[in-house]
């Protein structure tokens, strides 16, 4: 089945412990992104990769990293949580970078929440 | 500044009427423009999408409208079912721009 998996769903955390949530696909997909969903803000990019070893910056990257050394594998690393970082996250990946021709499909989304 | 805006947060609609959803945008750069759909514990989902040269696509009972001179566009669903109800987002992009922006999403509920 073509999917985008993310893990884990839900975590709790304290402020300041590194964490990381990755998120997988099996479609071949070559662009990947991270997103952030908060209440009336909708979702924000947070990263995007266009392809292996190929990351940019999104709107709202502060406080985030990401990798992509595989094409199917997309971690988004936080190396100090803050509070401000609780949020819904979604990953996503599209077989090439114009929306115009590549639907999006996104992972279930990780809640997290940050003490 | 939003660039893409859902004004309306919430809309209840009969079951079988017409379901009308609305974006606003304020980039003039922006020539496409998609409606994704949203269930509870799940990642949203591609509906249907339209280029700045259409002013109408259709897809089943889902029509997106485009008033570029407005900057507008709108979602119709005829007829609405329950299974409609969701958070519905729409979201625009440029032709050489590789990010999604996205409105704050309006959440529908079909009532029987």
């Known amino acids: 089945e073509a999917q985008v998996t993310q893990n884990p769903r839900y975590l709790i955390t304290v402020t300041g412990k590194k964490l990381t949530v990755t998120c997988s696909q099996n479609?071949?997909?070559?662009?990947m992104s991270w997103y952030r969903q908060d209440p009336g803000l909708g979702l924000r990019q947070i990263y995007y990769s266009m392809n292996v070893e190929v990351t940019d910056k999104g709107d709202v990257p502060e406080g985030y990293k990401v990798s992509r050394k595989e094409k199917r594998n997309f971690p988004l690393i936080l190396e100090s949580p803050s509070p401000n970082q609780t949020s819904l996250y979604f990953c996503?990946?599209?077989?090439?970078?114009?929306?115009?021709?590549?639907?999006?499909?996104f992972g279930p989304g990780t809640r997290l929440t940050v003490l | 500044d939003q660039q893409v805006k859902q004004n309306s947060p919430s809309l209840s609609v009969q079951e079988g009427r017409i379901s009308i959803l609305n974006c606003d945008y304020t980039?003039?750069?922006?020539?496409?423009f998609l409606w994704y759909k949203k269930y509870p514990a799940e990642g949203p989902t591609f509906l249907i999408s339209i280029s700045s040269i259409k002013d109408k696509n259709e897809d089943g009972r889902f029509t997106v409208f485009l008033n570029k001179s407005a900057k507008h566009l709108s979602l119709h669903i005829v007829p609405s079912q329950p299974g409609d109800s969701a958070v519905y987002f729409c979201?625009?992009?440029?032709?050489?721009?590789?990010?999604?922006?996205w409105g704050a999403g309006t959440k529908l509920i079909i009532k029987p």
């Open positions: 479609m071949n997909h070559e662009y």
């Open positions: 979201a625009a992009s440029g032709t050489y721009n590789y990010q999604l922006i």
């Open positions: 980039n003039s750069m922006f020539d496409y």
């Open positions: 996503a990946s599209s077989l090439s970078r114009g929306f115009s021709y590549n639907e999006q499909f």
